[in-house]
């Protein structure tokens, strides 16, 4: 009987090449079809006009408002879900406590839950007619259609991705290094920034990335909850609506070409991270 050689194993990835230039072919279409073309299509309708009017549709008082607005949300929504996401993860993967499986359950309720939902859900909540309506009427306490009821919507929809990025980061390195950390004496919260911590920076880093970036892009839930108001409580997806409603083309491509800009911004610093740390495993499938 003759023995098998090296030859005689086929490897999974040894297709032929006609297979291979069909199926890379297929997905290049797709990515052209779906992603690269709408984006300059963005940027085209953006310069139609030139380089001035698209300057000069970002540089109203509107625009700017949404701007701001859209950078105050993302820099107040990234370090609440940054504290949430190393809390949930640390609590998930290095400790057994009773209710463990629902806590990651909820978690992952912003991903089976509609964007618009989520935004009746407050409104519900803290609305005219809502829950606490009139506490807040009496106090002088204003949520909904208001800059607090964008930040906890966008919160809301936004709270998985950091914890959804450490959580199977920290299960895989198990519980070794903390355990030895206490053995010599260490306390719980030293061992948690000085050993805990460091080692998930990266996968942190990146989870905070994809965070900003849904978060400067939410449309859905903060469309319920803003009152579409200019100046006060439009943020940049909602200012680009306003304007293409109103058929200022011009000025809503080239809003959206800004906030497409900043996702570039982010992809970009995905992409770098990831090359500078290809080790980190990554979870959440995002």
């Known amino acids: 009987m003759a023995v098998p050689t090296k030859a005689d194993f086929r490897h999974p990835t040894d297709d032929p090449l006609w297979a291979k230039i069909v199926v890379v072919g297929l997905v290049l279409l797709f990515l052209g079809l779906v992603l690269i073309l709408p984006l300059a299509a963005v940027f085209a309708e953006a310069l139609r006009k030139g380089l001035g009017p698209a300057l000069d549709a970002i540089t109203t008082p509107d625009a700017w408002a949404a701007i701001k607005l859209t950078l105050i949300t993302a820099g107040i929504t990234v370090p609440f879900n940054a504290l949430f996401g190393l809390c949930a993860a640390w609590a998930i993967a290095k400790h057994d406590f009773p209710g463990k499986p629902l806590l990651i359950t909820l978690i992952d309720l912003p991903f089976s839950v509609s964007p618009v939902v989520a935004g009746l859900i407050y409104v519900l909540v803290f609305g005219l007619q809502g829950w606490f309506g009139e506490h807040l009427?009496?106090?002088?306490?204003?949520?909904?259609?208001?800059?607090?009821?964008?930040?906890?919507a966008t919160i809301f929809?936004?709270?998985?991705?950091?914890?959804?990025?450490?959580?199977?980061?920290?299960?895989?390195?198990?519980?070794?290094?903390?355990?030895?950390?206490?053995?010599?004496?260490?306390?719980?919260?030293?061992?948690?920034?000085?050993?805990?911590?460091?080692?998930?920076?990266?996968?942190?880093l990146y989870g905070v990335l994809l965070c900003n970036a849904r978060a400067m892009g939410e449309f859905g839930a903060v469309s319920v909850v803003s009152g579409h108001i200019r100046g006060l409580t439009n943020t940049m997806?909602?200012?680009?609506?306003?304007?293409?409603?109103?058929?200022?083309?011009?000025?809503?491509?080239?809003?959206?070409?800004?906030?497409?800009?900043?996702?570039?911004?982010?992809?970009?610093?995905k992409s770098l991270l990831e090359i500078a740390q290809p080790d980190v495993?990554?979870?959440g499938g995002h």
């Open 237 to 269: 997806p909602l200012h680009v609506e306003i304007l293409y409603n109103e058929y200022d083309f011009v000025a809503a491509f080239a809003v959206a070409a800004l906030l497409c800009l900043l996702a570039i911004v982010t992809l970009v610093l």
């Open 137 to 152: 009427i009496d106090h002088d306490i204003k949520i909904i259609f208001a800059v607090p009821g964008i930040v906890l």
């Open 157 to 204: 929809v936004t709270f998985p991705f950091i914890a959804r990025e450490l959580i199977p980061l920290m299960q895989e390195q198990g519980v070794s290094e903390e355990e030895a950390a206490v053995s010599m004496g260490a306390s719980g919260l030293y061992t948690f920034w000085r050993v805990t911590a460091p080692n998930v920076r990266w996968g942190l």
């Open 281 to 283: 495993k990554r979870g």
